[in-house]
T-cell receptor, first 116, second 114 residues
Framework: AQSVTQPDIHITVSEGASLELRCNYSYGATPYLFWYVQSPGQGLQLLLKYFSGDTLVQGIKGFEAEFKRSQSSFNLRKPSVHWSDAAEYFCAVGPISSGSARQLTFGSGTQLTVLP | NAGVTQTPKFQVLKTGQSMTLQCAQDMNHNSMYWYRQDPGMGLRLIYYSASEGTTDKGEVPNGYNVSRLNKREFSLRLESAAPSQTSVYFC?????????????FGAGTRLSVL
């Protein structure tokens, strides 16, 4: 069964500092990988996705993530955090398939606090 | 662009009451999903619908029923609400014809069962 682990429940960084959120997955083959962000009281917004090809993917709001097959990781990074980045971040994994729905498996989330 | 629309946004029920959560998408997606979100547990899939006319159980289906009314609409029904169903419920949709299953989420329904 596939699983996703986000080892950091809560991270606090100062505005302007760099950020790395960790995500490790367990899956039998190379999956599709996603990062979503959830602002308070809102739904989930897709930040970025990895399907194949270049292992460093760029997303919205200046975020990037790197797929490392050997480490089964897909960590999210941002060089300089803004106060508006305070939110909860979810990593998700999904199987490569076609023609029918396949569920995504989500991590338990990392809450990001940004200090002024 | 509406995307995925959920109603209601908030609901308070008493134990044993029933209700239906509504979800509609305007992106012509074939697949739709219902998740629940509880603190520290991420999102867990309740039911999904691969296409109009089909539904399948997810990880936590007990106590829920769903209906894929047409391609646009996918409803979630609680027949007899229990306090354990207090949660935030999210509907999502995706176009799986490409195999890539990028899911787009609604804003959620916050449900309290007393």
């Amino acid at each position: 069964a596939q699983s996703v682990t986000q080892p950091d429940i809560h991270i606090t960084v100062s505005e302007g500092a760099s950020l790395e959120l960790r995500c490790n997955y367990s899956y039998g083959a190379t999956p599709y990988l996603f990062w979503y962000v959830q602002s308070p009281g809102q739904g989930l917004q897709l930040l970025l996705k990895y399907f194949s090809g270049d292992t460093l993917v760029q997303g919205i709001k200046g975020f990037e993530a790197e797929f490392k097959r050997s480490q089964s990781s897909f960590n999210l990074r941002k060089p300089s955090v803004h106060w508006s980045d305070a939110a909860e971040y979810f990593c998700a994994v999904g199987p490569i398939s076609s023609g029918s729905a396949r569920q995504l498996t989500f991590g338990s989330g990392t809450q990001l606090t940004v200090l002024p | 662009n509406a995307g995925v629309t959920q109603t209601p946004k908030f609901q308070v029920l008493k134990t044993g009451q029933s209700m239906t959560l509504q979800c509609a998408q305007d992106m012509n997606h074939n697949s739709m999903y219902w998740y629940r979100q509880d603190p520290g547990m991420g999102l867990r899939l309740i039911y999904y619908s691969a296409s109009e006319g089909t539904t399948d159980k997810g990880e936590v289906p007990n106590g829920y029923n769903v209906s894929r009314l047409n391609k646009r609409e996918f409803s979630l029904r609680l027949e007899s609400a229990a306090p354990s169903q207090t949660s935030v419920y999210f509907c999502a949709s995706s176009d799986t014809s490409t195999g890539r299953n990028i899911q787009y989420f609604g804003a959620g329904t916050r449900l309290s069962v007393l």
